[in-house]
């Protein structure tokens, strides 16, 4: 009995190691097949790793916030005004307030001035990638990640960031709680 103990437990020994050894050889062929595919390919990763702070150069950034007409929220910038290095990693809050008495569901869109420094904004984190649910009452700040291309036309010192929310028209859905039921 004993003999075929020992069997089973070199068996199971060497059936661990293995798996062991394959957990080891699946990170680089993991890291491969991304590569290969361009899944998890870290776009914004690379942005804060790959950039170069133009250190020579300032740029004056101008935070604006609207809604659109009928939508009952409060928004606005934390920080209206903001100078930055091109290539600099920045991030600022807008605040947002659902002055209704129901949830509500907005959705932000940007605009930039001027026009044409749309394409050297490089957003990392928004809110306004995704809607947003606020509940009646509900005041939120909302961070926005992003740096401005050091590539960036050197002629332009003022880049307006605006936000404007409206109103999606999606019913926000409400939270049921179990009715508790008096018992009789």
């Known amino acids: ?19 062991f050894g394959f957990g080891f050889a699946l990170v680089p062929f993991y890291y ?3 590569e290969v595919t361009g899944i998890n390919s870290g776009d914004e990763q690379t942005l ?5 702070v133009d250190t020579s ?11 659109n007409a009928g939508l009952p929220w409060q928004f606005k910038p934390k920080q ?4 930055v290095h091109p290539g600099q990693l920045v991030q600022v809050e ?3 307030v659902n002055n209704s008495d129901q949830a509500i569901v907005g959705q932000a869109v940007p605009s930039y001035g001027p026009r044409r420094a749309a394409e050297f904004f490089k957003k990392i984190e928004c809110f306004c990638f995704t809607p947003q649910t606020l509940a009646a009452g509900e005041r939120r700040r909302m961070p926005v990640l992003f740096v401005l291309d050091p590539a960036m036309d050197k ?6 960031l605006s936000y404007t929310f409206f109103d999606t ?3 926000a859905k409400k939270t049921e709680l179990p009715q508790v039921r008096p018992h009789g």
């Open 80 to 83: 209206r005004m903001l100078k």
């Open 155 to 160: 002629d332009v010192n003022t880049v307006t």
């Open 48 to 52: 804060v790793k790959n950039t170069q």
């Open 57 to 67: 150069r300032w740029v004056t950034l101008e935070f604006d916030a609207n809604t």
């Open 169 to 171: 028209g999606i019913k």
């Open 32 to 34: 491969k097949i991304c």
């Open 94 to 96: 807008y605040e947002v």
């Open 1 to 19: 009995m004993a003999i075929g103990n020992t069997t089973t437990l070199t068996k199971l020994l060497v059936v661990a190691l293995g798996m």
